[in-house]
């Protein structure tokens, strides 16, 4: 396996993350991170959609490419490096539409009987509302297109869901993103995040260990979905036979499907699923790690990851063994700016980095975060990552609030519920 420097594309906790973990590799020389945060080192100022710019970057610096965020996997940056002859990890554009279009997601799923809820799409809001009024709530509505993880929106009553379509498709909170819209059924029961790196020309994929996201704003699962307020793994509403399941009715049924239908997958692809009584089903599908679940998940990844990532994007991932994963737990804080996912303020200093980087097993991933001077200020919605790695989850847990007490900025929020579902399944078991 050759020696190479990587460039990582993005700005968020992922991507630090990534930086992170691929920095430990024996194979990697200088990890740089276009645009990078302020905890990033090697920042490159190219935005992620530059892709002119991050060619050129890669082809200069002998770059081995892994690609962060959806968008520029959406808008095609695999097949502007390909083209260009440059190694990269990330779908091509053709794949990105698992996460790119919800619709076609959904109509996949059922082609290919992919179990998921029952849904509806409409183009017309007059007929969306008319749906929702003869169905009755509760109901889920989703923009068809990317949105940052905001649209989605949980609607028990119907006047919810009313103004949920009218904010999407009249008066365009989502953009074009919400031009057309899927309605569909409200699963009940506890949500997890299964992720695995896929290529389905060999016919392979590398799972990586289960975890659970907290998507809502507040404590309880209450408020507005984010982009993710904390995350924590292995998730043990996901138990052995059920991985086995999920691995043989979805990642299975999903890797034939895109043969079927002639499309070549090579990356990640992450399942937002639903578990009911043992039975998974299919919340969405993404084609990046996800952001927060890979901030834990690395912290208990034994393997080098540039190694499953570069077998992958060379068509070699057939070759690689299974990863092996510390039998410990790890649990990821977020720590957002004061009235995210809405409008918030930017600037806020951040005191007390220095101190939770002292303790043990902790690692603090910056998301919206910058370098002002010799100072280190928020400059997104969910700032910080903070995670900690110990024997159990309550321990964990305990950790990484202890090391978010030590982090202070001016209008500072973060759940304070973090890995609470876990513990209803370990004190049961």
């Known amino acids: 396996m050759k020696y190479t420097n990587v460039l990582v594309v993005g700005s968020g906790g992922r991507e630090h993350a990534l930086v992170w973990k691929l920095s430990q590799s024996k194979h990697v020389g200088k990890v740089f991170c276009a645009p990078g945060n302020g905890g990033t080192p090697d920042r490159v100022p190219i935005d992620p959609t530059d892709f002119e710019g991050l060619t050129k970057f890669a082809a200069q610096n002998a770059c081995f490419t892994v690609v962060g965020p959806e968008e520029p996997l959406a808008k095609g940056i695999t097949n502007a490096f390909l083209s260009n002859g440059l190694e990269i990890f990330g779908v091509s554009k053709e794949a990105a539409i698992a996460e790119g279009s919800k619709i076609w997601a959904k109509q996949f799923m059922k082609r290919h009987n992919i179990p998921t809820a029952e849904f509806q799409v409409f183009e017309d809001h007059l007929a969306a509302a008319d749906h929702v009024k003869k169905k009755g709530p509760p109901v889920v509505v989703k923009a068809d297109g990317l949105s940052a993880g905001k649209g989605v929106i949980l609607c028990r009553t119907e006047d919810e869901a009313l103004k949920a379509i009218d904010g999407m498709m009249l008066e365009k909170r989502f953009g074009s993103s919400g031009e057309r819209i899927v309605i569909e059924d409200l699963l009940v029961g506890e949500e997890a995040s299964y992720i695995a790196i896929v290529d389905t020309k060999t016919r392979k994929y590398i799972p990586l260990a289960s975890s659970q996201d907290h998507k809502p704003i507040f404590d309880g699962d209450k408020g507005p979905n984010t982009g993710g307020m904390g995350a924590y793994s292995p998730a043990p509403i996901v138990p052995e036979g059920l991985e ?77 063994d299974d ?32 101190e939770a980087a002292t303790l043990r097993n902790v690692v603090v991933f910056h998301a919206g975060t910058a370098r002002q001077n010799s100072a280190i200020v928020t400059n997104g919605g969910r700032v910080l990552g903070v995670t900690a790695l110990s ?39």
């Open 244 to 320: 086995e399941k999920i691995q043989r009715d979805i990642i299975g049924k999903f890797m034939n499907g895109m043969r079927e239908e002639n499309v070549e997958f090579k990356g990640t692809i992450y399942l937002g699923l639903m578990i009911s009584d043992g039975e998974p089903d299919v919340l969405e599908f993404n084609v990046r790690f996800g952001d927060p679940e890979i901030q834990p998940i690395v912290m208990r990844m034994e393997p080098d990851l540039f190694e499953y990532l570069y077998s992958c994007a060379s068509g070699r991932l057939a070759e690689m």
């Open 323 to 354: 990863m092996k994963w510390s039998k410990q737990a790890a649990v990821c804080v977020v720590m957002a700016s004061s009235g995210y996912p809405g409008q918030y303020q930017k600037g806020k200093t951040i005191v007390g980095l220095d």
């Open 391 to 429: 024997d159990t989850i309550p321990q964990a847990i305990r950790e990484a609030y202890r090391a978010v007490e030590m982090i202070y900025w001016e209008e500072e929020y973060h759940r304070t519920d973090i890995g609470k579902k876990a513990l209803k399944h370990i004190h049961a078991a």
